[in-house]
């Protein structure tokens, strides 16, 4: 699935010229079940997890969207946001629907992107984000 995954990411950018992350979060997922399931098979659709991000420096907005995995945002004022990307799922078409989302970073901060965010997990993020403060690292 990987070498897959990296092929439609690269097929997205360089050959259908996509770039909003919405757009890009469509191809994949389609290029993914295309010959491994029908649409919406909810087996292949609960493995499936990913999230697409776009780095605008000049506007210092995160723009993504995905399916499942969401990340940790901290900001230079120790402001926390759990971000998780939304999408749909329209049954008519068998087909789920990316939702294109920001993020204002004007703050800087620090990204922590995990499939998993426990409390004991949230706590150690949070831990090392006061002892290692920085600015934005996307």
Do not use: W
């Amino acid at each position: 699935m990987s070498m897959m995954a990296i092929n439609a990411l690269k097929d997205a950018v360089a050959i259908f010229n996509l770039n909003k992350p919405s757009q890009i979060a469509s191809h994949l997922y389609n290029e993914l079940i295309k010959n491994n399931a029908k649409p919406l098979n909810l087996n292949l659709l609960l493995g499936i997890e990913f999230i697409v991000c776009k780095y605008t420096k000049n506007a210092k907005v995160l723009e993504y969207s995905g399916h499942k995995i969401s990340f940790e945002y901290f900001d230079s004022t120790n402001y926390h946001k759990t971000v998780r990307p939304q999408r749909n799922l329209n049954r008519q078409l068998g087909m789920i629907e990316f939702n294109d989302e920001c993020l204002d970073i004007t703050k800087g901060g620090r990204y922590f992107f995990t499939p998993t965010v426990t409390t004991t997990n949230l706590a150690r993020l949070k831990a090392l984000n006061r002892v290692n403060p920085s600015t934005s690292s996307c």
